[in-house]
């Protein structure tokens, strides 16, 4: 599965590390890995946010609302708290495609 | 144990008979249900799966001499354990081992939807594909190559577009050829990368080895995953196993070996696998000839989901819906009421010539009075209102609505799918108390059930705009309202203090927007209108005999009479307030009707009630015991324990808040 080899070897060049809710609208990142229950952590790879996938996110509301993340093509909302316990890997603007 | 039926029992199955068993599978939002309803149309039965509050939707339909039985399972996105509808879902498809499932599979998202495909290979079932929304696809630029998305997984994938129609005759055909052998399945295996595969072969040959007889009912590959992925319900399977606790420890082991070098826990290697393959699958059958260019859905997205603009909208809309629902309903309602006192008169008539008057009294009364009662709220305001609810659900509207009130929400430990049923409240509770289900725990479901109770629904609006509104003024009805969704905050905020276990945070799909399909919304309002018409109107009817045998013996005056300090007394309404108060349990705006009559009885008309009578009133029908509809949705979702316990509070609660509020008003009102 070189696949897989290359989703992780994105996953571990975790020079710079920040949580999904810190990302900016429009911003995109690699999720290196989340945090919480194994339900929670379950559920969110069933979903398809599992490490080294790029997600972009499309929507941030204000007050600790949710946000709003593009992940495998589909569109996914997330609680602030949800989001709040995944974190990324930031991927620069030239990185974008 | 295990009443499932071996894999060489289902050979020979329901084929010879003529008669077909299908399940439809997959994700939600893919159009699954548009699907079922076009193979199905009006003969569908909805119910509940046997002893669990999970929708089971089954039709039949004829095709090519065959006679074939349609299983809806529900929208899910894994075969784990996460909820009751994916156990549901796995255990139908791997002990009632139907003759074939069809894989509903979003062309628009295909990678996120194979990985639920490839876990149907997982359990080695006999499925096709239907390729569906493959025009919402064309729109976004993605082409499938469905030739070779065919050969990849080794099964036929047949192009639809479900709420056209188009594509599902090609897809009963391919089921048929399957079934008759013109069309050989040969689905690809799924295979892992390096250690993970080792490690599942290792334990695949523990488990057949070990657990012989588990084997003919699941595949003994995939009882190895779901060790791996320490799935708890295969895990309490293998409990009643001799060798169970033996095979359990060993997988145990060699999952915190797996885990140990990847640094992951177990279910997430395991889907991430599964992704890797499902992405691989995807890019090889996919291509995206123009880059997207920002469609109209996609602009109505941005405008309905703004972090200003939204609310607005969201306000706008759902005024919008009670007008409809309120204004329409009240029209129609004016118009069946006259035509069935009438009639009611009429046999009334006709009887009293060889019945005796108590007799006549118990069947106009009761038993067709509560016909008509079951009607008069059927037809005006349950139709109406499952319209729109269709038309919502499949705009895509709903998801949206949630994700603006998420933070709301979370005020009352809820997360924004909870606004969904509570917005159905306005309507009908009944419906909303059904809806609770999109909610993922039971704890979850409960709570939202127990504040969407509380919403005024059109019934009760008529009581506090009839009452109210028209005596006391707009802005006492409005305040009436106010009070209401502060009552459902503090009280949603003590339950959910109350409650034990976690709050649960958003994770939700937010379908791309859809023009909604006449026929398919006439299709769901008809099924769900007549759901409706077989669970409610048996309790309506009874529940409406039962009170008239009551007043014809003389009871009701009794409990009037020992009411009394309560209704006078505590509340400071007139004593007669009590009748309609015990009928209002039956429909909550007969309250009104029956207030008048009762005060007409004592030469009074509804203004010589006094404005914080009116108030009180209006408040205590509010909040007391939910209408006798809604009680039986609550013991179906809920059980009797339950559904007696909000009844219990909701009373108490109505009582508590009535006498408080007549003293406090009396201070501050002059009347």
């Known amino acids: ?97 | 144990m295990f009443n499932g039926k071996t894999r060489a029992e289902t050979e020979k199955n329901s084929k010879n008979k003529g008669i077909l068993r299908i399940a439809l599978a997959g994700n939600a939002n893919v159009g699954k249900s548009a699907i079922f309803n076009q193979l199905t149309g009006l003969n569908q039965i909805v119910g509940n799966w046997p002893g669990k509050t999970v929708e089971r939707a089954e039709g039949t339909l004829h095709f090519k001499g065959y006679k074939i039985r349609v299983i809806d399972l529900p929208g899910i996105y894994s075969l784990s354990t996460f909820s009751m509808e994916e156990i549901v879902s796995r255990d139908y498809i791997a002990v009632e081992k139907p003759d074939m499932i069809i894989n509903v599979v979003d062309a628009s998202a295909l990678e996120r939807n194979l990985y639920f495909t490839l876990q149907l290979l997982e359990l080695e079932a006999p499925i096709i594909i239907a390729l569906n929304q493959v025009d919402l696809a064309a729109k976004k630029g993605i082409r499938t190559d469905v030739q070779k998305l065919s050969e990849v997984l080794g099964i036929p994938v047949v192009p639809t577009v479900a709420i056209t129609g188009s594509g599902i005759n090609e897809l009963l055909s391919t089921v048929v050829a399957v079934i008759r052998g013109e069309l050989k399945l040969n689905p690809m295996k799924v295979r892992f990368g390096g250690e993970i595969e080792e490690k599942i072969q290792t334990l695949e040959k523990i488990v057949t080895d070990k657990l012989a007889h588990l084997c003919t009912v699941y595949p003994a590959r995939w009882i190895a995953i779901k060790l791996l992925e320490r799935d708890s319900d295969v895990a309490g399977k293998l409990k009643n196993y001799e060798n169970g606790n033996a095979v359990l420890e060993y997988a145990e082991k060699i999952a915190a070996e797996l885990e140990k070098i990847h640094g992951e826990t177990s279910p997430v290697i395991l889907a991430s696998e599964r992704y890797s393959l499902a992405n691989k699958i995807a890019k090889e059958t996919t291509t995206i000839e123009s880059p997207p260019k920002i469609s109209l859905e996609q602009k109505l997205d941005a405008i309905t989901t703004h972090k200003i603009l939204g609310y607005p909208i969201l306000a706008t809309i759902a005024a919008l819906i009670f007008t409809i629902i309120f204004a329409g309903g009240n029209t129609l309602s004016d118009i069946l009421n006259p035509l069935f006192a009438s009639l009611s008169t009429h046999i009334a008539n006709v009887l009293s010539q060889f019945l005796p008057a108590a007799a006549v009294e118990l069947i106009t009364q009761g038993l067709f009075g509560g016909i008509v009662a079951g009607i008069t709220i059927a037809l005006p305001y349950i139709i109406p209102f499952y319209v729109i609810l269709a038309l919502l659900e499949d705009s895509g509207y709903l998801p949206r609505a949630a994700f603006l009130m998420d933070s709301a929400m979370h005020k009352i430990g809820l997360h924004g799918k909870a606004f969904i049923p509570l917005m159905l409240g306005y309507g009908c509770s009944v419906p909303a108390c059904v809806g609770c289900r999109i909610m993922e725990t039971e704890r979850e479901r409960f709570l939202t059930a127990f504040v969407v109770i509380l919403i005024p629904c059109a019934a009760r609006t008529v009581v506090i705009l009839g009452l109210v509104g028209k005596y006391v003024g707009l802005h006492a009805a409005l305040a009436l309202y106010a009070f209401d969704l502060v009552l459902v905050f503090a009280l949603g905020r003590i339950a959910f203090k109350a409650l034990p276990g976690e709050p649960v945070g958003l994770i939700m799909e937010m379908p791309p927007y859809k023009k909604p399909s006449a026929k398919i919304i006439a299709i769901k309002t008809w099924n769900r209108t007549k759901d409706f018409v077989y669970m409610a109107f048996p309790i309506i009817v009874a529940g409406s005999l039962i009170i008239e045998a009551l007043a014809l013996s003389g009871f009701i005056d009794y409990i009037v009479n020992a009411s009394e300090f309560l209704i006078s007394g505590w509340l400071g309404l007139p004593p007669v307030a009590g009748i309609p108060l015990i009928f209002g349990v039956l429909r909550k705006e007969l309250a009104l009707i029956l207030l008048e009559n009762a005060l007409a009885q004592q030469g009074m008309v509804l203004t010589d009630l006094n404005a914080i009578q009116m108030i009180v009133f209006s408040l205590v029908v509010m909040i007391y015991i939910p209408c006798i509809a809604t009680i039986a949705a609550c013991m179906r979702e809920f059980g009797w324990r339950k559904a007696l316990a909000i009844v219990i509070v909701d009373v108490s609660l109505a009582l508590l808040l009535g006498g408080i509020a007549y003293r406090l008003l009396s201070l501050f009102m002059n009347v």
């Open chain 1, 1 to 97: 599965m070189e696949l897989r080899d290359k989703e992780k070897q994105n996953s571990q060049n975790n020079e710079q590390i920040v949580s999904l809710t810190s990302l900016q609208e429009g911003a995109k990142g690699v999720i290196a890995h989340a945090v919480g229950g194994f339900g929670l952590i379950r559920r969110l790879a069933e979903m398809g946010l599992t490490p080294g996938v790029e997600v972009k996110l499309t929507k941030k509301c204000p007050f600790h609302g949710p946000v709003e993340v593009e992940v495998r093509g589909v569109a996914l909302a997330l609680g602030y708290g949800v989001a709040s316990k995944i974190f990324v890997k930031p991927l620069g603007k030239e990185q974008n495609v």
